[in-house]
């Protein structure tokens, strides 16, 4: 399966800030995704990276908070916008290969002070 | 949208038990996966489910797809500590929706 490498993997910053997401992943993979998960809660998916347009993004997720970019098959960004601390989660990166194989990243901790 | 209904949310256990859970939905999903998180880790796959009614095993771990398509069982026999975690399922509708819904998860705690 596919090996993702996220940075940073931890964070804090201050409120009114952003912050910048890599996920690189050691193969072409068909599918990305952007995932967050809330202090002591489950992952909820925010957007699908897609390769050279724009992502498609969840309910209650919206494009001007995180944007995202995915310029080829094994490269990703999710910048997180003017953060406040309700921002404090893990954001995840996933990828998946023709709906198999969905592993994740380490995962980027992330808080907003 | 869709949601999945994991329980039991927390189990204490003695080492050598069998575990089981379960999550439901409304919705019909075409693949079911259950993931292991330990803290400080993102989730990693134990397994993955494709087909109605698919059993599937890895080591002690069986999970099966539930004929319905709403529904899907993890089962760990006899725990060992290592097992200690949280337990996610998760679901994927397909269809262009590829990415997965979660459920709540389920803390496994075992007790020596």
């Known amino acids: 399966s596919a090996v993702i490498s996220q940075k940073p993997s931890r964070d804090i910053c201050q409120r009114g800030t952003s912050l910048t997401i890599q996920c690189q992943v050691d193969?072409?993979?068909?599918?990305m995704f952007w995932y967050r998960q809330q202090p002591g809660q489950s992952l909820t998916l925010i957007a699908t990276?897609?390769?050279?347009?724009?992502?498609?993004?969840e309910s209650g997720f919206v494009i001007d908070k995180f944007p995202i970019s995915r310029p080829n098959l094994t490269f990703s960004t999710l910048t997180v916008s003017n953060m406040s601390p309700e921002d404090s989660s893990i954001y995840l990166c996933?990828?998946?290969?023709?709906?198999?194989?969905?592993?994740f990243g380490s995962g980027t901790r992330l808080t907003v002070v | 949208g869709q949601q999945l209904n994991q329980s039991p949310q927390s189990m204490f256990i003695q080492e050598g038990e069998d575990v089981s859970m379960n999550c439901t939905s409304s919705?019909?999903?075409?693949?079911w996966l259950w993931y292991k998180q330990d803290p400080g880790e993102g989730p990693v796959l134990l397994i993955a489910?494709?087909?109605?009614?698919e059993l599937t095993s890895n080591g002690r771990l069986t999970a099966q797809f539930g004929i319905t398509r709403k529904d899907s069982f993890l089962n760990i026999s006899a725990s060992i500590p290592s097992d200690v975690g949280i337990y996610f399922c998760?679901?994927?509708?397909?269809?262009?929706?590829?990415?997965?819904?979660f459920g709540k998860g389920t803390h496994l705690i075992i007790q020596p």
């Open positions: 489910l494709y087909k109605a009614g």
């Open positions: 990276a897609n390769q050279g347009s724009e992502a498609t993004y």
């Open positions: 193969s072409q993979v068909t599918m």
């Open positions: 996933s990828v998946g290969d023709r709906g198999r194989f969905y592993t």
């Open positions: 919705s019909i999903f075409n693949t």
């Open positions: 998760a679901g994927r509708i397909g269809g262009g929706a590829d990415g997965l819904t």
